[in-house]
């Protein structure tokens, strides 16, 4: 079960763990002249001490205020008021500012902190906590529930800052710490490493996480997470557990998504994401085959939403995305996140393979009524599937109404919610259905999803929650 963490942190092997994984890193080190020069090393024995006393000072402490309403509404009436002895005026209670999570100063000119969007979405007052103790109030500058990230600015002089590394450049079994404020006991560093890229974890929005197993906890929501450069590579978001506490799979938002949301943000205190109107999937090697392609990754498109600013491009079914931008696409992931993070009226460019030829298109974003750009997903847990209109060669094509399931990505949250491709949802919280438009007004703000699906000959209910 994968919660969002008002905290987030890695989890903590013993500490033999800790320091036998920095041994293997810097054992080779030891006996070459550039263990000496190395910050890692202090006195011939090795340490991360030197590295993060640089580190330490730019990682903060996020307070908020938040007003507490009566929600009763027998207490809202003055008899019972003065019955119980409650004050007339009912109003609202001022809670003192609590510690709910922590934040990363990266631009010390602007006076610029990254956090969490769920560590200060309740917040009236937010309050950010120095490492030295002192307190300043915050602005929020804007925040993102879709990537869950939110930016705050505080005046005040001499502050440290943390560099933003390229998280693209992070491996899988890299060496990483997590820092933040882990169930109010003050700032804590966890080690571990890298443990898996790109990883989804069924809860919406724009996804791409750093998986790690540094230790963390509640408290670490907007954290840091950075590399032994003592670099920023993530904003600790998330966490996998059925106790609400570490036990070894945490998640953090890279820097390289955090810094386009933040930049967004910063210029226009929000973000506006635009679609271009296409379906499509990740290119497996058995639809590589299918395609005689090689297997070298790409987003095949399904699907080109009719008017939208794809079809005006000249994009088609069967068209092949290999690059977005000039950055290589792998998969139907990269290419979401790449066109929902571009504003409308930008443009991107996409390099497209048509049969044996290569083309570049461009292709300027449109607004959220374009259509099921990059898949985007309509309720949480139909995360991963592709849906648009019934196609024509499907067996129930003029027999049933409602909406098809074109692909799901394996392992997605769709697939794990027991859809298939080729199903037809004909209702939603047993209502009609016969676009993506009316799924997507049905499932807006529905905790649950109770889907009517038309499968072969026969039908059945989903409940998606």
Do not use: W
Not at 146 to 155: F, G, P, Y
């Amino acid at each position: 079960m994968s919660s969002q963490c008002r905290p987030l942190s890695r989890r903590f092997h013993p500490a033999a763990f800790a320091f036998l994984g920095i041994m293997v890193v810097l054992g080779g080190l030891l006996g070459s002249q550039s263990a000496r020069a190395t910050p890692l090393l202090s006195a011939d024995k090795p340490t991360l001490a030197p590295m993060l006393e640089g580190v330490l000072p730019a990682v903060v402490n996020i307070k908020i205020k938040a007003q507490r309403q009566v929600e009763n509404p027998l207490l809202q009436d003055p008899f019972f008021r003065r019955f119980f002895g409650l004050p007339e005026d009912n109003a609202p209670q001022q809670r003192q500012a609590q510690p709910v999570g922590s934040g990363v100063i990266i631009d010390n000119e602007e006076g610029l902190v990254l956090t969490n969007h769920h560590v200060i979405a309740k917040a009236d007052d937010i309050i950010v906590n120095l490492a030295n103790g002192r307190d300043i109030a915050a602005e929020l500058v804007g925040s993102d529930p879709e990537t869950d990230i939110a930016v705050l600015r505080i005046d005040a002089s001499g502050l440290p800052a943390l560099k933003m590394a390229d998280s693209d450049a992070l491996k899988v079994g890299d060496f990483v710490l997590a820092i933040g404020n882990p169930f109010g006991l003050g700032q804590t560093v966890t080690s571990g490493i890298v443990s898996a890229l790109g990883r989804m974890t069924g809860t919406g929005g724009y996804q791409n996480f750093i998986q790690t197993d540094a230790a963390i906890n509640p408290g670490n929501s907007g954290g840091a997470l950075i590399n032994l450069d003592g670099e920023l590579v993530g904003i600790n978001s998330q966490i996998l557990s059925r106790t609400g506490g570490n036990i070894g799979i945490g998640f953090a938002i890279p820097t390289n998504l955090a810094r386009r949301v933040m930049d967004q943000l910063v210029e226009f205190g929000d973000v506006q994401r635009g679609k271009i109107g296409i379906v499509g999937q990740t290119l497996t090697p058995e639809l590589a085959k299918a395609f005689e392609r090689e297997s070298e990754g790409g987003v095949v498109i399904t699907q080109v939403i009719e008017g939208s600013p794809a079809e005006d491009a000249g994009l088609q079914p069967e068209d092949i995305i290999i690059a977005v931008d000039g950055s290589p696409v792998t998969d139907m992931l990269q290419l979401r996140n790449h066109i929902g993070l571009k504003r409308v009226g930008q443009q991107v460019e996409l390099k497209v393979k048509r049969g044996n030829k290569t083309r570049n298109f461009k292709v300027t974003i449109g607004d959220a009524d374009t259509g099921e750009a990059g898949g985007d997903a309509i309720h949480p847990r139909l995360q991963g599937a592709q849906l648009g209109a019934i196609a024509d060669d499907h067996p129930l094509a003029g027999q049933a109404e409602g909406v098809q399931v074109l692909s799901i990505e394996r392992g997605s949250p769709a697939a794990q919610s027991g859809l298939r491709p080729g199903d037809i949802i004909s209702a939603a919280n047993r209502e009609p259905v016969a676009s993506t438009t009316e799924l997507r007004e049905i499932a807006e703000g529905s905790q649950q999803l109770l889907l009517h699906i038309r499968r072969g000959n026969g039908a059945l209910f989903l409940l998606l929650q």
